[in-house]
Each structure stands twice: as structure tokens, then as C-alpha cells.
């Protein structure tokens, strides 16, 4: 009896389940570790999985579109000196002696043992057991950033299509569509049946599906906005002080042959030594418990063709100003360039939403489940102010430059004034920003 294991789900960061989008290889193929084997789409990220052992692939599971939860099987492999008439009449569905093939689990897991925690996922375990016994804050979950990458960073079509004439087995003409250019664009049969508003009927229009990017963002953003009441609280900063450290930063930086610094990372690193004296700001809400994060897992919303992504810089309050803004430099590259992994996108305690980069006066992010706030950093804006005369005995018209930044907060967690006390601080550090050396 040919002996066959199972190959599984594997993990992905926190995500929970993966929609398998489309498999790389086909019944028969001969297979080597680490060979890609499917495509999976999860509520962060497209990604590949990778097969974790060589073998003979068998038989196909999990099929496409189906949505798979982690650690399920999606597909089962004979070995590689397996017998060739018994591979044959294992993918036509019964073993040489006319049986059923039994699949056995094999004599080690393929499936790769866990990475070592890392000491913030550690601390972020304990803080999440501090939770009622049996269970736990719920799995971080993008909201404007359901993420998956665009068709423009996946290899050519046809590239790995190639694989499909290997092998001894062939394939239905049905079955080989699934893969053909153009298969992943077509619409569903029922896609044509579009819900028309009353009163609308004779207007005419155009019909544009959604992608699996805007349906998962627009899940995400309906499940933040019924489980927190969101309020934005608003203060005006002054960036003078930041702007004169930044020319002589960027100077400096020029001169070394390295990048400009933006804005961003000012902000970013302001509001991790505000966290520092505001830690309710920095936390997960639960039925039972305020779990207050003990490291800052900084979230930085990055604008792609396919939507917002937001890509998690771990224990960013460790970091230095210029450290922290190559690292949001390096994840921003990562998500535009496909090569960004799902566990770069899980795990965020806190997020920027920087609606200034594309000229946006006014920002007030949603929240990006299960954080309890959100910063939205404005573009800054050269606006007349009243300022006191050096004498004090008068006020002056000045001209400075000006961001409204916002924080938008989960009510349930802490209270207007709380958050504004936040903001306050956040303002503090970047108006009383040093500009000497």
C-alpha cells in the first residue's frame, strides 16, 4: 500500500485562516522542499507557500477559493522513491491492489518547528494571559490595510505556468484553465446581477466588482466600526522646531550620500515617549481587561495602487530618530516591492495614518482592530498665528507651520480628556523638538 502524509496549512503570522487563490503545481509533479506549491490570500497579505518536504504531490485538498483554516491539510504527498505505477493509480484514486489509499502522517512533521519567541511577542503573551482565563485579545486585524499585494509585483504570467506540461499526469481542459492568463480577472457567473438602489433603475451605470483587497477592507472597517465607538480628538502643532532639525538632519544626511528624513518619523518617535507616560494609549480593550502592551509595535499605513497596507515596526520606542526612519523606509519598500511577509503586518499595538503625503488638512483615522488608538498626521500647512511679543506686552502675526494631528481613540478604553492629554504630550515633544547638536 503506497503510504502517503499530509502537507498543512501553515502559520502566518496571527491570521487564523488563508484563502488558497491558486496552486503552482499539479498532481504527479515531483516536488522539493521549499519549492513554492500554492498561492494564499489571508486579511494581510498574498503570499506563496512553500512546500515544507520533497515528495510526489499526490492529490489536492484544499481547492481554490476554498478558505482554509491554519494547520488544515491543503494537500498530500507519496514519497519520492514511491513506486511510479502506484503514484498512477494513487492520483486516480485507489492503490495497486484496487484499495483505497489511507493516508498515514509521516514519520516526522513536515511541517517546520516553530521559530523562538521573540522577546515582544513574549511580553505581548503575557500581558494577553493577564485576560480571563480561556480567552484572549482578539487577533490583530487591519482596517484600512487588508492587505494583498498587486498583480504589477507578482512574477509574469506564464512563469510558473510553465510547470503545468511537466509531469506523466495531464490535466482536464477544465481543470487546465484554472490556470490560463486572464483566470484570476473573470467574473463570476452570478457577478452580473447587480443590487440597484430603489428609485434607480432607469439611471444608467457601470459595474465594477470588487476586488478581494476592498471587500476585506470594507469587512474590516464595518467590524472596527461596530465593535469601539471611535472619537477623534484634534490639536494644532507647531512644527518649527522640528522643521530647523530636520534641514540640518537632512544636511547632514545629504552630505553622507544617504536619504532625506520626512516628517513621519518625527511624529512616530514623539509618540513612542508619549506612550511612555500615557500607556493606555498603547493597548488592547477587552470585555474584562485593559491589556496595556509593554513594547510599542508601530504601525505605518503605506498608500499602494491596491489600497492602504499597514506594515508593523517592532519595538520602535528602542529605536533612534534616523534608525526609525529607515526602518520606515525599509517596510515601505518591502510592501510596494511584494516582498513583504504576513508576520510584517501582524502584531501592531498602535498606528500613523499619514494623509499629509497626499495632501490631506484634516485626518481621522478609523482604528485598526484591536488597537484602541490611531494618530492621523495632516499635512503641514504655513498658516498665520498670533504669537506673544518678546516684551510680552502685545501679540504679533506670524506666519508657521501647521499640522492638526489627530487621535482617534476607542471611547471604551480611556476618555476625551485622556486622549487629549496624549496628543498634548505628543505636541510637547515635537514643539519643544532640540535643534542644536
Not at 507519496?78 to 484514486?93: M, N
Not at 493577564?130 to 504570467?157: C, I, K, T, Y
Not at 480577472?185 to 438602489?197: K, L, N
Not at 466588482?209 to 476592498?214: K, V
Amino acid at each position: 500500500m503506497l503510504t502517503l502524509f499530509d502537507v498543512h496549512m501553515p502559520h502566518m503570522g496571527s491570521v487564523e485562516f488563508a484563502l488558497l487563490t491558486e496552486w503552482l503545481l499539479k498532481p504527479g509533479d515531483r516536488v522539493a522542499e521549499g519549492d513554492p506549491l500554492c498561492e494564499v490570500s489571508t486579511d494581510k497579505v498574498d503570499t506563496e507557500v512553500d512546500s515544507p518536504t520533497s515528495g510526489i504531490l499526490i492529490s489536492y485538498v484544499a481547492a481554490v477559493d476554498q478558505e482554509v483554516p491554519v494547520g488544515d491539510v491543503i494537500a498530500r504527498f507519496a514519497s519520492l522513491d514511491s513506486d511510479p505505477v502506484a503514484v498512477a493509480q494513487a492520483i486516480a484514486g485507489e492503490d495497486a491492489a484496487g484499495e483505497d489509499v489511507a493516508p498515514e502522517a509521516p514519520t516526522s512533521d513536515p511541517i517546520a518547528a516553530p521559530s523562538p519567541i521573540s522577546p515582544d511577542r513574549a511580553l505581548a503573551s503575557e500581558a494577553a494571559a493577564v485576560v480571563a482565563e480561556g480567552s484572549r485579545p482578539p487577533n490583530d486585524s487591519l482596517v484600512l490595510a487588508a492587505s494583498w499585494f498587486s498583480p504589477v509585483n507578482r512574477p509574469p504570467e506564464g512563469s510558473r505556468r510553465l510547470r503545468l506540461d511537466s509531469g506523466s499526469t495531464d490535466m482536464s481542459l477544465e481543470s487546465k484553465s484554472e490556470f490560463l492568463p486572464g483566470a484570476r480577472d473573470r467574473v463570476p457567473e452570478d457577478a452580473d446581477t447587480v443590487a440597484i438602489p430603489a428609485g434607480y433603475e432607469a439611471v444608467t451605470y457601470t459595474a465594477i466588482e470588487h476586488t478581494r483587497l476592498r471587500r476585506a477592507i470594507a469587512k474590516n472597517l464595518t467590524e472596527s466600526w461596530n465593535t469601539a465607538p471611535q472619537l477623534t480628538a484634534q490639536v494644532d502643532v507647531d512644527f518649527t522646531a522640528v522643521s530647523v532639525a530636520r534641514a540640518k538632519i537632512n544636511r547632514e544626511r545629504s552630505a553622507r550620500g544617504e536619504g532625506k528624513l520626512s516628517f513621519l518619523p518625527f511624529v512616530g518617535h514623539a509618540l513612542c515617549r508619549a506612550l511612555a507616560d500615557h500607556p493606555d494609549a498603547n493597548a488592547t480593550f477587552t470585555d474584562k481587561h485593559l491589556v496595556r502592551w509593554n513594547t510599542v509595535n508601530l504601525g505605518i499605513a503605506v498608500d499602494t495602487p491596491d489600497g492602504l497596507i499597514v506594515p508593523v515596526i517592532r519595538d520602535a520606542q528602542n529605536l533612534e530618530l534616523e534608525a526609525l526612519s529607515d526602518a520606515i523606509v525599509a517596510t515601505s519598500s518591502a510592501i510596494l516591492s511584494g516582498s513583504a511577509q504576513p508576520e510584517d503586518l501582524s502584531g501592531g499595538t498602535i498606528t500613523i495614518s499619514n494623509s499629509g503625503s497626499v495632501g490631506g488638512v484634516v485626518s481621522t483615522p478609523i482604528l485598526t482592530r484591536p488597537q484602541v488608538a490611531s494618530i492621523g498626521l495632516p499635512a503641514i500647512v504655513r498658516t498665520p498665528v498670533a504669537r506673544k511679543s518678546v516684551d510680552g506686552e502685545s501679540e504679533l502675526l506670524t506666519i508657521r507651520p501647521i499640522a492638526r494631528l489627530g487621535l482617534t481613540f476607542d471611547h471604551r478604553a480611556f476618555d476625551g480628556a485622556e486622549a487629549l492629554r496624549t496628543l498634548m504630550s505628543v505636541q510637547k515633544y515635537l514643539e519643544q523638538w532640540p535643534t542644536k547638536s
